[in-house]
Every structure is written in C-alpha cells, then in structure tokens.
C-alpha cells in the first residue's frame, strides 16, 4: 500500500509566490490545497495544476473562517496584497487577511497539529536606520502612514504567531521576504520591475519616484522559494531574512532594464511616495549559517527569464496605460 501524501494548506496560492509554492510541494510529493479570493490572485497562475489528483483549489478568503477536511502537516500564510497599488487601494481587506486571516490559520494549525510557515516582510523594517537590515533590528515604521496597513498588518502577524509559539507550543515559522520577482508577477501591479518592464517594452519613459537614488535588492523566484521551502523544515522559529543582498539604485535598475529590452533610455521623475524606504538589502547571516541558503540566479539571468515570460504571456498593445 502507498503511503499517505503529506498535505499542505497555501494560502494566496493562486498570487505569485503562492503559486509557485504550489509548483513546488507537487514536484515535491505533497498533496496541495491552494486557496485564494482571487483579490489579487490569478487562476492562470495554478490552472496547470487542475487537472492534478493530488491538487486542490479552494476560493475562499482567509478573513472569515476556515476549515479543511483531514489532516494537514503544513500551513503556508501567502494570503495578502502585496504592492502599493494594491494595499493602498484595500487597505481594510490588508489589515485583515495579517490580523483575522493569521488567526484563523493558527487556530486551524493548532487543531491539526500542522506546522504553520507566515509570509512577512522586509517592509517590517519600515525605513531603516540600520543598513543592511538584520533580523534582530525593529524597524522604523510608520503606524498610521499611507503603507501602515500593510507594514503593521505583517508586524502583528509576526506577534501573534510568535504568541502561538511561545504559549501554545505550536511549530511556526516567520519568513521576512525581500523585493522578489520573476515569472508570473502581475504587470499593472504598481511594484518597480513590472512597472519599468512594461514602460521599457512600450517605449515609453520609465516612471523613477523621487532622484531614484533609493535602493533595493532584487531576488529570482526560484531562489526564494528554495529559501521558503528549506525554512519549512529547519528547527528554526525566530524571523529568517530571505532576500538577495546584490544592491542597486532604482535608477540604475531602470537602466538595466532599458539595455535589456534593447529601447532608448527615457526616464520621467515623480514625486517620492510617503514613508518609502531609502534603503532596502537583507543581511542574509541567519539563512546561510541556519539553512545553507543563498541566491544563486544573478539579476541579469534572473531579469531575461522575467523578460521571455512577459513577452510569451502578455500583449503590451493590449495593456491599459492608466495602470502605471
């Protein structure tokens, strides 16, 4: 007789990294519950694995209450908006996916004895002062900002299920997720990567907010889920900083993606959002020494896979250019 899949609960499966966590557990062996209120979330991302006996698609929103039929070993919270243009436009249904939705998940964690895996985020650190950020550092947040709704919504979550950790002994784990990108990210998200690819492939001038001096640190999907995947199964509970330390200026980020889609550079100047950070780059120390991890698809490789997909997957005649 074969033995019994072990199963697993993604939430936010049909958004980007939940997809691809998705992809991930299935070449691993896992029988897959992916669920989603498709707010943000797109079926195309996860209707490859449909047709899969060991799949299953639930659209429902984490928020309200959840329940599973039979047992689950693992729990991954990836249910969330995550771009500005998203949260700022939900910031209700923000706060409560990382308040109710964290709770409900825990407490179903709890009655299944499953080990549960949060998605939080760099944006915890707010606009840092310490630079690069190491996960000891607190953060410099601003609570009742324009991005509060998604900052602090990932600060409670972190509370709450270290809270369900320390009093009731569950297995959690805390994965604070750096600028990631690669296939299946939405276009017109309002995030710099798909913005600056869409801008560059309809020749248009690529939107920098502020002198574009602010950095970030760029990961390829793959490694990050690598990253998610090996943090499932350590022994570690305390925060785990996933991300690539390679930093570049938003500017010199938009000429890379200029040289790369082969246009003329062309660059417009906007005003800087409220409370965007300055600087952005994990101190990855903990991930190597604890899981053995690091990057391994440089920018330029992980930027042409990113670019073949855009190209293969959408038509930029047909894109809207009011969503930029």
Known sequence: MSEVRKRVLVTGGAGFLGSHLCD????????????????????KNIEHLFKLEQFEFYNHDVSKYVHVPGHLDYI?????????????????????????????????AKVK????????????????KVHPQVEEYWGNVNPVGPRGCYDEAKRFQEAITMAYHMHHGLETRIVRIFNTYGPRMRLNDGRVLPAFMSQALRGEELSIFGDGSQTRSFCYVDDLIEGI???????????????????????????????????????????????DPQKRRPDISKAKEILGWEPKVDRAEGLKRTLEYFKEHIDISDLEHKSF
């Open 24 to 43: 991930r557990f299935i070449k691993e062996g896992y029988h897959v519950i992916a669920m989603d209120n498709l707010i943000t979330g797109d079926l």
């Open 229 to 275: 995947y090996r943090l499932l199964l350590s022994d570690y509970a305390l925060p785990v900083n996933i991300g690539n330390p390679s930093e570049v200026t938003i500017k010199e980020f938009a000429e890379e993606i200029c040289k790369l889609t082969g246009g003329e550079l062309k660059l417009g100047y906007q005003p800087l959002p409220e409370n």
């Open 113 to 128: 004895n499953a080990r549960m895996l949060i998605a939080s985020t760099s944006e915890v650190y707010g606009d840092p």
């Open 76 to 108: 991954l919270h990836f249910a969330s908006p995550a771009s500005p243009i998203d949260y700022l436009k939900i910031p209700i249904q923000t706060l409560k996916v990382g308040s109710l939705g964290t709770h409900n998940l825990l407490g179903l």
